[in-house]
């Protein structure tokens, strides 16, 4: 499925994104990477990604998952669409 999807968002990430981009300078920067990606292959059909479709969301919840350094982002896709439902940041000391 080769082409260009539209990246969207909703009220919800968009108020998580902006706390996040208020407390951590780099999340500007992989949010942009983010959609970069999202744009070209939300699927993961290359296998370049660290996306995860996870087992028990469904539509709406975030079905997909990618995985860029410290930053989660959760996100549906809708044919040519790809939505953003959830971004959120990954404690260091989470598994300590």
Known sequence: ???TF???TTPHYERQARTLA???VEF????????RTLSGDPH???RQHNILKLAGARQGEGQYRLRLRRFRFRYDIYDRDVVLQAC???R???YR
Do not use: F, K, P, Y
């Open 22 to 24: 208020r407390t951590h």
């Open 88 to 90: 959120s940041l990954r």
């Open 1 to 3: 499925m080769a082409g």
């Open 6 to 8: 539209v990246v969207r």
């Open 44 to 46: 993961n059909r290359s």
């Open 92 to 94: 260091e000391d989470t």
């Open 28 to 35: 500007i920067a992989r949010q942009r990477d983010a959609v």
